[in-house]
Antibody, heavy 119, light 107 residues
Framework: EVQLVESGGGLVQPGGSLRLSCAAS????????MSWVRQAPGKGLEWVSA????????NYAASVKGRFTISRDNSKNTLYLQVNSLRVEDTAVYYC????????????WGQGTLVTVSS | DIQMTQSPSSLSASVGDRVTITCRAS??????LNWFQQKPGKAPNLLIY???SLQSGVPSRFSGSGAGTDFTLTISSLQPEDFATYYC?????????FGQGTRLDIK
């Protein structure tokens, strides 16, 4: 059974940083691209970032480019999102998601971790 | 970026009704269109991929159609567990983009 478990969210002041993690199990992690998708309270879904299976290729939404960094450790079956220079508008539930094939067909999602940016 | 526009934004229907949600892309995405269902407090769940392929484990009352810029999600006979928010998403190009969502409520 595919499982994705996010952690690392919390309350942080504007300008602060966090590192989100996503522990994967139930599939060959190193064979699939992975994404982070976020959802602000009461709002829709927004793709944030993606990383290829080997970790050599990454993509970012314009809204987070230069502030967020996606990475993965295939030896630990874990996906990461380093979030820096946080803004109030980054407040959201952050989901990690596995790609079925290619980069953006997201077939399994974690339960999400809440990041709240507030002073 | 490719803009995805869903209609309607909200919809009230009854158990047993046939419901159709539409999604329009701002440019052709061939058939790279996916549909998700999301219930409150839960992660999105993939229902349909590549415009018309049913994801494993999803009931056959869900179906998708379309190509190019215009797509539809149809639920043939609404069940109580289908009341949720539905999102379309294009996986054709970077950045992948979602529609704004369609909230399906009980009438």
């Amino acid at each position: 059974e595919v499982q994705l478990v996010e952690s690392g969210g919390g309350l942080v002041q504007p300008g602060g940083s966090l590192r989100l993690s996503c522990a994967a199990s139930g599939f060959t992690f190193s064979s699939y691209a992975m994404s982070w998708v976020r959802q602000a309270p009461g709002k829709g879904l927004e793709w944030v970032s993606a990383i290829g299976s080997s970790g050599d290729s990454t993509n970012y939404a314009a809204s987070v480019k230069g502030r967020f960094t996606i990475s993965r450790d295939n030896s630990k079956n874990t996906l990461y999102l380093q979030v820096n220079s946080l803004r109030v508008e980054d407040t959201a539930v952050y989901y990690c998601a596995k790609a079925a094939y290619g980069w953006y067909l997201l077939d399994y999602w974690g339960q999400g971790t809440l990041v709240t940016v507030s002073s | 970026d490719i803009q995805m526009t869903q209609s309607p934004s909200s919809l009230s229907a009854s158990v047993g009704d046939r419901v159709t949600i539409t999604c329009r892309a701002s440019q052709s995405i061939i058939s790279s269109l996916n549909w998700f269902q999301q219930k409150p407090g839960k992660a999105p769940n993939l229902l349909i991929y590549a415009a018309s392929s049913l994801q494993s484990g999803v009931p056959s009352r869900f179906s998708g159609s379309g190509a190019g810029t215009d797509f539809t999600l149809t639920i043939s006979s609404l069940q109580p567990e289908d009341f949720a928010t539905y999102y379309c998403q294009q996986s054709y190009s970077t950045p992948p983009t979602f529609g704004q969502g369609t909230r399906l409520d009980i009438k």
